[in-house]
């Protein structure tokens, strides 16, 4: 009897993880944005909480998502969007490294909640999420596994991302990025 138990409850924790990794269901259960390049948009605080190899910690330096004290030419990249060209620093992490290895790309970027801008990448990258708290105006992101995401305001999530990098300067970044969609170059 205790074994049946036993396997009951082990079925029930791995059902419940597949369904909470499942993506065959937009992460949206609000509203469901018309697919354009390639996908619907995160949930209206801009995450995920239940992403497959997430951590839940509140502080990055706890997740070795260090913040990089001394910026190098290699760890710097351009973000083209219109007119305007930003510089942004990258982490020092796996995930960083994968989406600069996918470099240059150019990428139409969807609009969410009046405070970022989305695109679904066509490949995973390494995860080490935490929840920030605070999300600031030029943070790049990763939502999920394959969500790149550009903030262009600053306001309170309490989703988890995975830090990917910050636009050095986001002044005029709002402005540059508009209402709507916008292509948007990463090199």
């Known amino acids: ?72 030419e290699t760890n710097m990249i351009h973000v083209k969007i219109g007119n305007a060209t930003f510089t942004a620093t990258l982490e020092n992490n796996p995930t960083a490294t994968a989406l600069k290895a996918l470099l240059p790309m150019t990428v139409v970027m969807e609009e969410h909640a009046g405070n970022e801008k989305f695109y679904y990448l066509p490949q995973s990258l390494p995860t080490n999420s935490y929840r920030p708290g605070t999300i600031n105006a030029g943070d790049i992101m990763l939502w999920g596994s394959d969500c790149l995401v550009v903030f262009y305001e600053t306001f309170s999530s309490s989703y988890s991302y995975t830090r990917i990098g910050r636009i050095d300067n986001p002044s005029g970044l709002a402005a540059a990025v508009g209402r709507g969609n916008v292509s948007v170059t990463f090199e």
């Open 1 to 72: 009897m205790k074994n049946r138990l036993s396997i009951l409850l082990l079925v029930v924790c791995l059902s419940a993880g597949t369904i909470a990794c499942s993506t065959d269901e937009p992460p949206m259960p609000s509203d469901t944005p018309t697919q354009t390049t390639p996908a619907p948009a995160p949930d209206e605080d801009n995450g995920n909480e239940g992403s497959t190899g997430d951590t839940d910690a509140e502080n990055p330096e706890e997740n070795d998502n260090n913040e990089n004290d001394n910026p190098t």
